[in-house]
């Protein structure tokens, strides 16, 4: 198993920037990917971007340009870098390990994000 930790969320106004973190522990050798998703209330929850174990990223259109994910590898911590925010960025923000055994993947418990406008 792999045992992720949120943590960075609040609140924060339009235009204004936070950095998530996920803390990762547990059996780091068979995480093949991380990434991290939200949730919007009545909304299905969607990838926000993702980072491969070569570094490579990828993101949804819409934060584009506005976050970066990174991971600290002597730290075992995946960040979020979220800049422009806007009042749609509000969401529950959970990170996930997407794993080469069972179970294939690991989630966080999310961590708040509110953006005022």
């Known amino acids: 198993q792999v045992q992720l930790v949120e943590s960075g969320g609040g609140l924060v106004q339009a235009g204004g920037s936070l950095r998530l973190s996920c803390a990762v522990s547990?059996?780091?050798?068979?995480?093949?990917?991380m990434g991290w998703y939200r949730q919007a209330p009545g909304k299905q929850r969607e990838l926000v971007a993702a980072?491969?174990?070569?570094?490579?990223?990828g993101y949804v259109d819409s934060v584009k340009g506005r976050f970066t994910i990174s991971r600290d590898n002597a730290k075992n911590t995946v960040y979020l870098q979220m800049n422009s925010l806007k009042p749609e960025d509000t969401a529950v923000y959970y990170c996930?390990?997407?794993?080469?055994?069972?179970?294939?993947?690991?989630w966080g418990q999310g961590t708040q994000v509110t953006v005022s406008s």
């Open positions: 996930k390990a997407e794993r080469s055994i069972r179970p294939y993947e690991n």
């Open positions: 547990g059996s780091i050798f068979s995480i093949n990917a």
């Open positions: 980072i491969s174990n070569s570094g490579s990223t």
